[in-house]
């Protein structure tokens, strides 16, 4: 149990275009979803926090207007990176909390592999 | 703010070879959870510990939390070429009083065994 997908697993696109990615928890639902942001041999970045219904949250330095993050169903949560730049090529994980009898857990999407050219 | 400190941050152990990566936190915690991440992949959840003074294997995996509640421990026993990649500890985040599930994540420690 506890799968979550993530699309598309890569994508090239040119400077200026808009870039969207969803995540999906396949098996559970969830009210509160998080992006990241991972650079090569770095640990995980947390840009925002997804909740299911209301705005999403944002991380300091994290420009809310350039990444849009909507979470429209308790499965689903999409981030859109507005006019992508290169310095926005990265490597970006979406999870999905589950909170059950075993704990409170994050369970990653397999990740958005983003080059902007 | 809150800081999880994960080392070493490099580790080449050759086939068979124990290997361990310990983490700290700045703060208590009240779990302590283990990812671990292949090379091209995304982290996958591992174990989750609760208790002060815990201790959960799964079969070459030992995982240890700390009395205090400040620290972890991931042990391999004989590591083999599967073992390879990024292991991660991460805590709930305790900014702004209400976490919501937010994770602090160590840097983590990059595994790599030799055959």
């Known amino acids: 149990g506890a799968v979550v997908s993530q699309h598309p697993s890569w994508v090239i696109c040119k400077s200026g275009t808009s870039v969207k990615i969803e995540c999906r928890s396949l098996d559970f639902q969830a009210t509160t979803m998080f992006w990241y942001r991972q650079f090569p041999k770095q640990s995980l970045m947390l840009m925002a926090t997804s909740n299911e219904g209301s705005k999403a949250t944002y991380e300091q330095g994290v420009e809310k207007d350039k990444f849009l993050i909507n979470h429209a169903s308790l499965t689903l949560s999409t981030l859109t990176v507005t006019s992508a730049h290169p310095e926005d090529s990265s490597f970006y994980i979406c999870?999905?909390?589950?909170?059950?009898?075993?704990?409170?857990?994050?369970?990653f999407g397999p990740g958005t592999r983003l080059t902007v050219l | 703010g809150q800081q999880v400190m994960q080392i070493p941050q490099y580790q080449h152990v050759q086939e068979g070879e124990d290997f361990t990566t310990y983490c700290n936190s700045s703060t208590t915690l009240s779990n302590i959870q283990w990812y671990k991440q292949r090379p091209g992949g995304h982290p996958v959840f591992l174990i989750q510990l609760v208790k002060s003074g815990e201790v959960k294997k799964q079969k070459r995996l030992t995982f240890q939390f700390g009395e205090a509640k400040k620290n972890s421990s991931l042990h391999i026993t004989a590591t083999q070429t599967t073992d390879v990649g990024t292991y991660f500890c991460?805590?709930?985040?305790?900014?702004?009083?209400?976490?919501?599930?937010?994770?602090?994540f160590g840097q983590g420690t990059i595994l790599t065994v030799h055959p």
């Open positions: 991460a805590g709930p985040s305790n900014a702004g009083g209400t976490s919501y599930g937010k994770l602090t």
């Open positions: 999870s999905a909390r589950r909170v059950a009898g075993t704990g409170d857990t994050q369970y």
